[in-house]
């Protein structure tokens, strides 16, 4: 793997942090299985494209992007608690209806945005290479990001969110309003995905109606690979698990296509995040029942 290709996996793995970020609040901490990710992410790079193609600031364009992606969480939201439909259904619904939406946001099917300015214009004058430049700007955007969520997490507010994933029930009996923090999870959690989709756009010059296609999927890896190098119950720690799970989920994934002996090509793609999911979740499980087999063994000596 070429130093190009390595920054770039870096660079990839930091911002789809984010989107590991987004997908363990609503998967973990609100126990809300969320598939509108897939529609966010996209309508974050289309929202920071369209309006920056059209002369808008580029960070005015990243913020409306979070914002939208955070209305499409809110709506998922009101679908399952206004109308009582299953949080798969409505998220499947609202994400369905971003792909037309997002088309009609760019106009057509992609944009491109390699002569526009973006959030790494005002620092071209540093003299940096873009390389590093672009993975040192989203590492720092990413580890901010991070240490924010992870700071709201242990809040009053943020510790009503948990208890509302944890236990609704008991949540309620101790006043929490359960509905604002299902709104106010989705949203959050939607809009960290919108603000991944907007730099994506940013750093890789283009915005497709179709890049949001199994964004979940790599979210719930990067938590899955996380959640399995940290026991710790640290929300500081658990949140920069899910980052450093991304980071090496796309390692994973850039080495299994660049070994050649394994004959893998970028269309592969799919099946190889399978086999990485898979074996993620397959691995705890044999320990669990490799632990559970010698202390029983232990017990009958």
Known sequence: MSL???LGTLEIGFIFGLVAIGVYLTFRVLDFPD???DGSFTMGAAIAAALIISGVNPYLATICAAIGGAAAGL???????????????A????????YTIN???MGKPNLALIMEPTVL??????GIPDMYLKLMFIAVVVILTGLAVAYFLNTQYGMGMRATGANPRMAQANGIVIKEKIYAGLALSNGLVALAGALFAQTNGFADSTMGIGTIVVGLAAVIVGESLSGSRSMLVIIFSCIIGSLLYRLAVSAALNADFMGFTTSDLNLI???LVGL??????????QRARKAAAGGTL
């Open 280 to 289: 993620a979740l397959i691995v705890p499980q044999l320990r669990r029942e």
């Open 273 to 275: 995040t399978a086999v």
């Open 91 to 98: 998220s499947i619904l609202t994400m369905t209806a971003l």
């Open 4 to 6: 190009f290709s390595f």
């Open 75 to 89: 709506v998922t939201a009101w679908l399952n608690l206004r109308f009582n439909i299953l949080h798969l259904l």
């Open 103 to 105: 088309l009609r946001i």
């Open 121 to 126: 214009s005002p620092f071209a004058a540093l």
């Open 35 to 37: 598939l509108t990710v």
